[in-house]
């Protein structure tokens, strides 16, 4: 089994930053496994922010591009997302993901509200 906790949520004024952390707990594995990040605005569909393979590199979804950076710690088994810049769009609800085995694992996501 594995788990995911993201935290770091919260609220900020537009041009603000905020760095969110999916710690990876359950089976050892944080080694081998991708992490995506992900979000979700009331009334649209979850989309993905950005993923970090196993030993590469991160990429990004455009709307992430140039303000937010994903890092992962292997010794804490933790993935952050640091945002930078932030709009009022950037307001949704962010999850980590892996899958593991043909299982998809989320957390249970961290809220991030953004005023203009």
């Known amino acids: 089994q594995v788990q995911l906790v993201e935290s770091g949520g919260g609220s900020v004024q537009a041009g603000g930053s905020l760095i969110l952390s999916c710690t990876v707990s359950g089976i050892d594995i944080f080694n081998i496994i991708d992490i995506d990040w992900y979000r979700e605005a009331p009334g649209k569909q979850r989309e993905l922010v950005g993923s970090?393979?196993?030993?590469?590199?991160?990429n990004y979804a455009d709307a992430a591009k140039g303000r937010f950076t994903i890092s992962r710690d292997y010794d804490k088994k933790t993935v952050s997302l640091e945002m930078n810049n932030l709009r009022p769009e950037d307001s949704a609800d962010y999850y980590c993901?892996?899958?593991?085995?043909?299982?998809?694992?989320w957390g249970q996501g961290t809220q991030v509200t953004v005023s203009s």
């Open positions: 993901r892996t899958s593991f085995l043909e299982t998809v694992y």
């Open positions: 970090i393979p196993s030993g590469g590199r991160a």
